[in-house]
């Protein structure tokens, strides 16, 4: 895994963003409860209002359906947003708890901020899939990128993917379905198969549906990198809260990853340790009547039944008109010398 982590599984990102409803301590709480529910990584999101837009009140910044149906764009970014100050505390947070600590830039200050606070890695959110100038200004950096596709056609994913190998190739590419909550049928999850051998880079999963489906599925499919949005509880108003995973859910979540992950395995042909003890209880040649030395093997002493401790079924007509040089008991598996 690009960020140290064990390769044979998927790393699991549990997003804040807006959960904290702008309380510090629930901040530390969400980092602490990220870590017990087996996340390797706790993830905000590093902008203003200003950042992101304007304040204007025009028909264009007024939000017409959907989650946050209503709301204006400026004031809603000010209601989700984390504060700048907090992030380097939540960081030492993390370190101490040995979960990384993990941040979206939306501008060229917030880069610079997170710069300074010595990210190892960044995660571009899919609105900004088509900023290539910031993309650009993020892979200078030169750190392992996560970048979301939600939204995203092949040519808009295509030149973010080039931005980025401008500078290098250390590149997630996550399958999303930009829609809060995603709809199950509009996941097409088969993409992440498709963006891996198209784009050549590692996949994941930005997980906006409800419920641990999607995740599971994506990880069976190949995905490196799963991130869902993570919050102490969804009575707990904010932005983000209706489509968030409270500990306990996303708790099982990893779970049922690292179960898909045992069970996917390698390639593997022959009986397994746990089959080698079932292997009698296949077929095999057996008298099915007593026989006397010098008779011939006929389909009326003979037969393929269970279990398996005799010749192998495909010697059958082979051993059919041989005739045998001992007495032979009914129920007696045969074996080669047993026939002249």
Known sequence: MIFGKDTSKAYI????????????????????????????????????????????SNEYFHIQDGTWKDENLYQL????????????????????????FLSTPFDKTSVDFLEEMGLEFYK?????????????????????????????????VGEAVDAIREYHNCIT?????SAYPA???????????????????QVGLSDHSMGSLGA????????????????????????????????????QMVLDIRDVEKAMGTISYGPTSQEKGNVIFRRSIFAVRDIREGELLTEENIRVIRPGYG??????????????????????????????
């Open 13 to 56: 990102i549990a997003e804040m963003s807006a959960n904290h409803a702008g309380d510090y301590k629930r901040a530390e709480e969400i980092v602490y409860a990220a870590k017990e529910a087996g996340a390797d990584c706790i993830k905000v999101q590093t902008y203003t209002a200003d950042t992101l837009t304007i304040d204007c």
């Open 311 to 340: 010749l192998k079924p495909k010697f059958y007509n082979e051993v059919l008109g041989k005739r045998v040089k001992t007495d032979i008991a009914f129920g007696t598996p045969l074996n080669w010398n047993m026939m002249e």
């Open 183 to 201: 709809v199950t049928d509009e996941m097409n999850l088969l993409t992440i198969r498709d963006m891996r051998e198209r784009f050549g880079t």
């Open 173 to 177: 590419l996550l399958r999303c379905a």
């Open 77 to 100: 970014y000010q209601k989700a947003y984390t504060p700048w100050e907090w992030q380097p505390k939540l960081k030492e947070l993390a370190d101490k708890l040995q979960i990384d």
């Open 216 to 251: 599971v599925t994506a990880v069976a499919l190949g995905a490196s990198v799963i991130e869902k949005h993570f919050c102490m509880s969804r009575s707990i108003d904010n932005p983000d809260s209706s489509f968030s995973m409270e500990p306990a859910e996303f708790r």
């Open 124 to 156: 571009i959110a899919s609105f900004e899939l088509v900023d290539i100038p910031l993309i650009r200004y993020i892979a200078s950096k030169n750190k392992p990128i996560i970048l979301s596709t939600g939204m995203g056609t092949i040519e808009e």
